[in-house]
């Protein structure tokens, strides 16, 4: 159909021109043919950039959702280990035997793992290592606390992987 | 070849199963080995003849993978598929379920006293490594959990002379690790296997390492002093390939002789010697002897005794193990 459109609309554009050329200049008739042979190439460009413009939209929104959503998992995941942390050193604060000695001195190495975790850095490159070496060390305390470390019901790492 | 291998017994330890791992305690009186059966048992000479000296069953919900003698000889570890690790106490020739060691995520693939007998490290497919520490009243305390590995951790090994750790893995490396303030970290990570590092083993002074790979090749690797004087280098100073026809299961370095004994999924038992004049920096290994068919299926372990020179303990797929003498005439 548009092709039809676009040859018939040649073809009075070239009787017209015809006729032009006895009128006007040549120049003219170069823009109108222009128009036509490189509209195509112009369409073409002007649906990339407004395709361009609306997938930097949509793609900038989704990440901010993707990254809102990792961002959530990341300090509810840190939070849970620091409430954890303070909690069990409030419990066994006062008691002076070597075990519970030694359990809070590995509580303590938690507490300054989150502390100096880049958690408000998404950017940092040190981000990862440090996370992996946050969740080590709490599962070792769960191990000397003797505590399950089933807690799938509460978080879940942002890596997606069941606690 | 003027040395031979030669089979002294073949036992079926674990029938309609798979024989894992055996291991040989420090006085070289009892072969350890562990299936698919969930048990363990322990083998003693009587006469000329290997017998079954005991069965521990019901400590594993799965299949044991691997087995460690304590230093003292007293204890036994085995590591489980059911991700847990189980201690045994030896009363007379009955061992008892002391303490099981629980944490790891899934599948526990290695266990290993270290020479101290005070500290132990497990290894698991949720990549990674835990050191646990024992006190004077038999009890256990997680001391480190390392995550170096990006994958399965499929062995662990203690240097025989310093308190460093190594591992292997699926992920094609091996670490090496060194206690810093309480902590145990990576302070090296030797590349050059192009698959899965199935198995470790220090030589008798340490300096050197044997690993087996799924690549077909074993690889020798040796400590260089750091100018840094912290930071531990090992580089590769031997690949033995073109030997085994499939993955290398085990490596074993005899403490006793030096030999290089290892365990193929090719069936077979290979020894390698040590060329004399090559020096330590290039070592030259020869196939001294093999076993083409040492066993009906994959070999998974290979380990010389401790104390007689020479003697070897083999396990297979196909549920035996197997004892052979290893001599140059």
């Known amino acids: 159909m548009v092709h039809r459109r676009f040859t018939d609309a040649l073809t009075g554009r070239k009787e017209k021109q015809m006729a032009g050329k006895q009128m006007a200049g040549g120049h003219a008739q170069d823009d109108l043919f222009d128009s036509i042979l490189l509209a195509d190439e112009r369409f073409r460009g002007e649906g990339y950039h407004e395709g361009f413009e609306r997938g930097k939209c949509r793609g900038l929104r989704e990440g901010q959702r993707h990254g809102a959503s990792h961002g959530a998992k990341l300090s509810t995941e840190i939070s849970f280990y620091h409430g954890f942390a303070i909690t069990w050193k409030c419990l066994l604060q006062t008691n002076t035997d070597i075990k519970s000695r030694k359990r809070l001195k590995a509580l303590e190495a938690l507490l300054g793992l989150i502390q100096n975790s880049p958690h408000e850095d998404p950017q940092s490159p040190t981000l990862q290592g440090d996370m992996e070496k946050l969740r080590a060390k709490f599962r070792q305390v769960c191990s000397m606390l003797n505590i399950p470390t089933d807690f799938k019901d509460y978080i879940k790492t942002s890596e997606g992987t069941s606690f | 070849m003027k040395e031979a291998l030669s089979l002294v017994q073949r036992v079926n330890a674990h029938p309609d199963s798979r024989c894992w791992f055996v291991s040989w305690n420090p006085s070289g009186s009892l072969v350890a080995s562990c299936g698919g059966d969930k048990a363990i048992r322990i083998w003693g000479r009587e006469g000329d003849s290997w017998i079954c000296k005991s069965v521990l069953q019901d400590g594993h919900q799965r299949t044991v993978r691997k087995v ?28 008892e379920s002391l303490t099981v060691l629980e944490g790891h995520e899934n599948e526990v693939k290695c266990v290993a006293w270290a020479p101290s007998g005070n500290l132990l490290a497990t290894c698991s497919r949720d990549k ?16 480190t959990v390392v995550n170096s590995h990006t994958q399965d951790v499929k062995h662990v090994v203690w240097h025989p002379t310093q308190e460093l750790l190594a591992s292997a893995s699926y992920d094609n490396n091996i670490c090496i690790y060194r206690e810093e303030d309480d902590d145990w970290e990576c302070r090296a990570t030797l590349q050059g296997h192009t698959s899965t590092v199935w198995s470790l083993s220090f030589d008798a002074t340490g300096q050197r390492l044997a690993s087996g790979s799924d690549d077909r090749t074993v690889k020798i690797w040796k400590e260089y002093p750091n100018e840094a004087g912290q930071d531990l280098s ?8 073109g030997y085994h026809g499939r993955t290398v299961y085990d490596v074993a370095w005899c403490p006793l002789t030096g030999v290089l004994a290892t365990a193929s999924g090719d069936d077979a038992v290979r020894v390698f010697k040590e060329d004399e004049s090559t020096g330590p920096d290039q070592p030259v290994f020869s196939l001294a002897a093999q076993v083409t068919k040492a066993h009906s299926q994959d070999v998974n372990c290979v380990a010389w005794n401790p104390k007689e020179a020479g003697l070897l303990a083999t396990c297979s797929d196909d549920g035996d193990f197997a004892i052979w003498r290893f001599h140059e005439d």
């Open chain 2, 234 to 241: 090992w580089k590769c100073v031997c690949t033995l390939s």
């Open chain 2, 68 to 95: 460690a003698w304590s230093p003292c000889g007293n204890y036994l570890a085995s590591a489980s598929f059911d991700a847990t690790t189980c201690i045994w106490k030896k009363k007379d020739d009955d061992f």
């Open chain 2, 128 to 143: 990674s490594v835990w050191v646990w520490e024992v006190d004077e009243e038999d009890e256990y305390e997680c001391v």
